[in-house]
């Protein structure tokens, strides 16, 4: 099993920043990715990172605002936000695999509790 909790969400106004965190406790996990959801719409893929290289990927939308690293500790993913836009207002969860790399939801074993993030316009 592994056990992933998420902090940092919060609000913030258009144009700032917020840095999400993911710890991860259990197995060894391979990969682990943000993804979010806003309301009423499906849950979108964010990026992703491998746990061995760090190797990222990024969606379109988010790509040279936000970025996903990995901690000292290994443990510990993070995703940095910056130039935050009112469409990146969602519940944001950090997700989990034991093997390979994955873009949808469906991939991932292991889900955080989510962490809403809220950016006023």
């Known amino acids: 099993q592994v056990h992933l909790v998420e902090s940092g969400g919060g609000l913030v106004q258009a144009g700032g920043s917020l840095k999400l965190s993911c710890v991860a406790s259990?197995?060894?996990?391979?990969?682990m990715a943000w993804f979010r959801q806003a309301p009423g719409k499906e849950r979108e893929f964010v990026a992703t990172?491998?746990?061995?290289?760090?190797?990222?990927y990024y969606t379109d939308s988010v790509k040279g605002r936000f970025t996903i690293s990995l901690g000292n500790a290994k443990n510990t993913a993070y995703l940095q936000m910056n130039s935050l836009k009112p469409e990146d207002t969602a519940v944001y969860y950090c997700?989990?695999?034991?093997?390979?790399?994955?873009?949808?939801?469906?991939?991932?074993?292991?889900w955080g509790q989510g962490t809403q993030v809220t950016v006023s316009s």
């Open positions: 990172i491998t746990w061995n290289g760090g190797g990222t």
């Open positions: 259990g197995r060894t996990i391979a990969t």
């Open positions: 997700a989990a695999r034991m093997y390979g790399k994955g873009l949808r939801d469906l991939e991932y074993n292991y």
